[in-house]
């Protein structure tokens, strides 16, 4: 990993204390602050520390047992305990030296920092009673900004912000982020069981995974190329099911090429993959576009990753594809923008994708289309509309949405209903079903309502952002596209519950004039384009599955016969 640059973090100034319960409380905090300042070599590594604060600045829970009076310190798979008054102690049930005996001070259990960082595989600083972490330990520093945030010790004017997150980030907002989920979802939070660090041309991005009640979860936290932390993203679906991911048969790696690319620039550029067929081009291209929701760049939910096979797939057909992470991944908590709407949220990113293509020399500037999944697909006439070039040849709809938003998620919530009375699902889940049903309904109804505007919104609105549904309440996509000259190829599972079929005939319908759009229907296909023999409710979701290659087959045959 290059290091950003060559001074190092400061991340503590008053220490957390490991308190003795019988002199004070073992959870006691004390004010701390986070700053930035170039330290000397020569004071970082041999110290005494309080065994508390280096162990939750580094993600690890801390028990302390009264009565034997020891301190067991959690995290990943190493367990620690210490004994007061004791020259030794146990990592992983082998006895290791500490070096001295553990005692306190000033109601502080203090330990050598070379021993932790031993222990615990860390390159920890001590300075001036402040935690040091190198500029390129992002594991430490995401740690330790987690617990500083969480514990109600951090201020959001810190330097180790950048300046798009100090205008935004306000601590406790965090804080009752991280207490929702700990109350209503995950359970009591314990341990820091893993972490590791990926680099793309945005950020450098530390994903931790922490222990919990009910169900692990992951934060991932979010380094701009400054080694500023840059956003954060607390994972509401446990975490990452993609190891899980097989590739289909039609992977051929030897028949493509790869390349990290940018799309945009600033503080909200999205990185992206370019997949390239091998040979001579230029070539056609897709962009792919993304349905609702923070989706990465092969739009993963559980084991699919259906952008990632269209990609490879199209590549077999000499199809070029750029697939990115949607601005809700990348820039999860920057744009929780109170004025958010589906043009900046979709539309924009997807029209920047399109002008870099027609940059690169490999691509055909002529030939160029847009794949628009679920929410991307309702987008769609929207981007032709605000493509004033026309740089955009054709466009294609993967279990696109035909009528009003508002209207598919009654649609959706009724359609779910129906499946699981078809399962015989159990009585407590379809009554759960019935509430959900009823409560979009009525959200329906209050968007509907003519008193309510983008200028008036109602208060406490339940679905998110008011702005949001209100700015695209009279948007029915089928009838934007009657009038659109730009071909389209519409494509729909039969068992989809989340855009039903009654959606695809919608298309049909509101386009029967029109000579230039053809349809696709898959009996089998669930939401996510992947097969599935049962009647899908989303369970399957989480069992690995591939498009099916007769979906890229006929992609790429419409591509090569659009003029």
Known sequence: MKKINSFKIVAAATVLALALPAVANAAGNSEKMVETA??????????????????????????????????????????????????TATVNGKTKDIGQKLETKNERAMIPLSFMNEVFTTQLGWNENKIIFEADDYIGRASFFIHDVVHGTFSASDANL??????????????????????NMYGEIGKQISAHVEENNVHINATLLYE??????????????????????????GPSTSTIYQKPDYDHKEKYIEQEITVGEGPFALPGTLTLPK?????????????????DRDSTMGGMKPFRDIAVGLAEHNIAVLRYEKITKEHHFKSFDPKMTLKRETVDDALKAVALLKDQKAIDPSKIFVAGHSQGGFAVPMMIESDRDKSIA??????????????????????????????KM????????????????????????????????PENFPAGHPYWWFEIRDYIPSEAAKEQKTPMLVMQGENDWQVSVKQFE?????????????YKL???????????????????????????????????????KVK
Not at 429 to 451: C, G, L, R, V
């Open 212 to 237: 919990a009640k009910n169900m692990p979860f992951e934060v991932v936290i979010r380094f701009n190329k400054q080694g500023q932390i840059d956003d954060f993203m607390i994972s509401p679906f």
């Open 279 to 295: 040979g001579e081009g230029p070539f056609p291209a897709v962009v792919l576009v993304q349905g609702s929701g923070p989706h």
């Open 522 to 560: 898959y009996p089998k296909v669930n939401h996510f384009l992947t097969e599935y023999d049962g009647i899908s409710i989303g369970m399957e979701y989480s069992e690995p599955a591939n498009v099916p290659s007769q979906i890229i087959d006929n992609i790429a045959a419409w591509i090569k």
């Open 426 to 457: 159990p009585t407590e889940a379809i009554k759960q079903q019935e509430q959900a049903a009823a409560m979009w309904k009525s959200i329906a109804e209050m968007i509907n309502d003519p008193q309510y505007s983008i200028d008036h919104l």
């Open 162 to 183: 950048s300046p798009e997150l100090q205008k935004l980030f306000q601590p406790q907002i965090f804080q009752e982020m991280w207490k929702t989920y700990e109350q």
């Open 506 to 518: 919608g298309w049909k319908a509101a386009l029967k004039h029109r000579q230039d759009v053809e």
């Open 394 to 423: 054709g466009a294609i709809l993967l279990a696109g949405p035909s009528q009003k938003f508002d209207a598919l998620l009654v649609e959706q919530q009724e359609v779910a209903l129906e499946r699981m009375n078809q399962l």
């Open 38 to 87: 170039k330290v000397s070599q020569t004071n970082l590594k041999d110290a005494i520390v309080p065994v508390r604060m280096i162990a939750e600045a580094i993600g690890a829970q801390v028990k302390w047992e009264q009565g034997a009076k020891t301190i067991t310190v959690l995290r990943g798979d190493t367990t620690l305990v210490l004994q007061i008054g004791e020259s």
